[in-house]
């Protein structure tokens, strides 16, 4: 049977994971949430594998899917990831070029599973989010970070970011043994526009700062664990 995987359900991923004695992947619904909405999504997601080609007619792990419980499996048991709008990336402590990917093409329903370089990662990023890809200004060289004064801070507080072009950054460190009073530690960042400048909002701390073109590029390598100066030569 010809396998054909163009994105996978949240169900469909579980029943993979499963196989691999996996229970819960981060930045899914848990398993228990699905089964409360959909009862009978397990054996659905089994039958939509089958038809998918991943399993076997049987229902077994054909070649591809037995290779994706076990990136399943490696994605649950990183400590460390990063999330950028609805891309969500696991780091591997034995590659330091490649990161596993799941990406959320319908919220809470659909995802594709990739395992990718660094370097698509980013010009991913940059190619769907249109103010990254402008050209530097003369403010840009003049400045790398710049706090907001209070008028400037309440100014942007008014501002409807559901009507923004919005680059959100999220960084995860889970504990060793997360538990509620140690779950890890979690920064998020927001980055848009207002007019020709840039604005970052860390809703965490409450910081409101300008930051240049090249302040923000720096972020987003640092984010991904890419050496800035070898980011740009790869580009």
Known sequence: MQMKIDALTAAELYVLAGAAGVNYIFGLPEREQLALIEPDCA??????????GILTVEGKLTRAAYFLTEMLKRFQESKEYVRF???LCAFLPEDEERVLVLTEISKGKEYTFDYLEKREVYLSIISNVSFL???PSE????FLTKPMNPDEKAEVREMDLDKKEVLAVETFNLASVPSLTNPGFQTTNLYFTKGEDF????PLQDRYEWVSLYMMNNRIYDALHI???AGRAMI
């Open 43 to 52: 054996a659905e997601a089994k039958d939509s594998l089958i038809k998918k």
């Open 85 to 87: 709008n609805n891309v």
């Open 133 to 135: 890809r402008r050209s």
């Open 139 to 142: 403010k840009d060289r003049a």
């Open 199 to 202: 604005i970052c909002i860390d």
């Open 227 to 229: 050496n800035f100066r």
